[in-house]
C-alpha cells in the first residue's frame, strides 16, 4: 500500500512538517522542498520528488483547504506526477474544494467537475483539457490556445470566452447561452443542448457529431460532409433541416416540427423522427436497421431495407404494412389501423400491435398465435 504523505507518521517534529508553515508564505523554502521531498516523496505516493512549482500548488492547498482535503487529493492524483516531479494533470472532481490556487504552468488536464468553486484561476499555456462541469462557475477565464477540451455543461453559463484554435471538442449542455462564438475549424464534437440558442455559426468542416436538442433552433446550418451524428430532437421550433451529408449515421429529430425530411443518404442506420408533422417517409436506405416514426401522420410506411432490425410505427395512420425482411428482430405497431400482418420472418422475436384492429380480431389472433408460436405476440 502506497505511503500517504499527508499522514502524521510520529517520525517528524511539528516543526520541520509541511503542515505546521500554514500561515506562512506561499514561497516554500528550499529546506521545505527538501524536507517533503526527502520525507514524504521518495518511494511511496508519488514516487519522485515533487518540482518546486507543483509543491507550492500543494502549499497553497493546505493552507486553503486543509490537510484533509489536500491529503485526499494529492492521493486521489498520485499517477499525475511524471518523472521529473511535474504535477501534468489535477483532478478535484467530487469534492468540497471551493478555490484553486495558482495552477502548475505545465499542468495539460485539470478536473474540478461537481465542485463548489465559483472561479478558475489563469489556465497554463500548456492546458489540453478542462472539466469544470457542474460547479458554480458563472463565467470562463480566457482559454489557452494549447486546449482541445472543454467540458463545461451544467455551469448557467451566458457567454462563452475565444475559442481556441485547436479546440476539438466542446460541451456546453444546460447553460443560459443565446448564441456561440465562432467554432474552431478543428472542432469534430459539439453538443450544445439545453441552451435558448436561436441559431448556430457556421459549422467546422471537420465537425462528425453535432448535439443541439432541446434548444429554440428554428433552423440549422449548412451540415458539414463529414458529420455522422445528428441530434436536434426536443425543438418544437425547428421546421427544417438541410440536406443530409452523405456520412450520416444517426439522425434523432424526434419531438420537432419538420413537415419533411430531405433525402436520406445511403450511410445512414438509425432514424428517429417520431412525433413530428411528418406525412410521408423519403425512401429509405438499404443499410437502415433502425426506424421510429411513432406519433406522425405517416399513413404508410416506405419498402423496408433488407437489413432493418427495429421498427416503431405506434400511433400513426398506417393501414397496412409492407413485406417484412428477413433480419427485422422487432415489430411494433400498436394504436394503427392495421387489420391484418403479412409473412412474419424466422428472425422476428417480438411482435406488438396492442390497440388496433387486428388485436381486437380474437379469431384472428389465435390464428396468428398458434402460426408463429415462436414470437412473443403482445396485443393488449
Not at 3 to 18: I, R
Not at 66 to 74: N, R, S, W, Y
Not at 281 to 293: E, F, R, V, W
Not at 304 to 332: A, K, R, S
Amino acid at each position: 500500500m502506497l505511503h500517504n504523505p499527508f499522514e502524521n507518521t510520529g517520525n517528524l517534529p511539528p516543526s520541520t512538517s509541511l503542515f505546521a508553515h500554514k500561515n506562512k508564505s506561499l514561497l516554500a523554502s528550499n529546506e521545505e522542498m527538501a524536507m517533503f521531498g526527502k520525507d514524504y516523496n521518495k518511494e511511496n505516493l508519488f514516487g519522485v520528488d515533487l518540482n518546486p512549482e507543483a509543491l507550492l500548488f500543494f502549499k497553497a492547498l493546505i493552507k486553503q483547504e486543509g490537510e484533509d482535503v489536500t491529503a485526499m487529493l494529492a492521493e486521489k492524483n498520485a499517477d499525475s506526477v511524471n518523472y521529473k516531479g511535474e504535477l501534468l494533470q489535477f483532478d478535484c472532481s467530487d469534492s468540497d474544494i471551493s478555490h484553486l490556487p495558482e495552477l502548475p504552468m505545465v499542468l495539460k488536464s485539470l478536473n474540478c467537475r461537481h465542485t463548489v468553486i465559483t472561479n478558475l484561476p489563469k489556465l497554463p499555456n500548456t492546458l489540453e483539457k478542462l472539466t469544470c462541469s457542474w460547479a458554480r462557475i458563472k463565467t470562463l477565464p480566457e482559454l489557452p490556445e494549447s486546449l482541445k477540451e472543454l467540458e463545461c455543461d451544467d455551469l448557467r453559463l451566458t457567454g462563452l470566452p475565444r475559442l481556441p484554435s485547436g479546440l476539438q471538442v466542446l460541451n456546453c449542455t444546460n447553460s443560459e447561452l443565446t448564441f456561440l462564438p465562432e467554432l474552431p475549424t478543428e472542432l469534430w464534437d459539439l453538443v450544445c443542448s439545453k441552451n435558448p440558442l436561436t441559431i448556430l455559426p457556421d459549422l467546422p468542416e471537420k465537425l462528425v457529431s453535432l448535439e443541439c436538442a432541446e434548444t429554440k433552433l428554428a433552423i440549422l446550418p449548412n451540415l458539414p460532409e463529414g458529420l455522422t451524428d445528428l441530434f436536434c430532437y426536443n425543438n418544437r421550433s425547428l421546421q427544417f433541416i438541410p440536406n443530409l451529408p452523405n456520412s450520416l449515421i444517426r439522425i434523432d429529430c424526434h419531438n420537432t416540427s419538420i413537415v419533411e425530411l430531405p433525402k436520406l443518404p445511403d450511410s445512414l442506420i438509425s432514424l428517429k423522427c417520431e412525433n413530428t408533422l411528418l406525412e410521408v417517409l423519403p425512401k429509405l436506405p438499404a443499410g437502415l436497421k433502425i426506424l421510429d416514426c411513432t406519433g406522425t401522420a405517416i399513413k404508410a410506411l416506405p419498402e423496408l431495407p433488407v437489413g432493418i432490425e427495429e421498427i416503431d410505427c405506434v400511433d400513426t395512420f398506417i393501414t397496412e404494412l409492407p413485406e417484412l425482411p428477413e433480419g427485422i428482430t422487432e415489430l411494433n405497431c400498436s394504436f394503427t389501423e392495421i387489420t391484418s400482418i403479412p409473412k412474419l420472418p424466422e428472425s422476428l422475436a417480438y411482435l406488438t400491435c396492442s390497440n388496433t384492429p387486428l388485436s381486437e380480431n380474437a379469431g384472428a389472433m389465435t390464428a396468428l398465435k398458434l402460426k408463429y408460436p415462436r414470437v412473443k405476440i403482445i396485443a393488449r
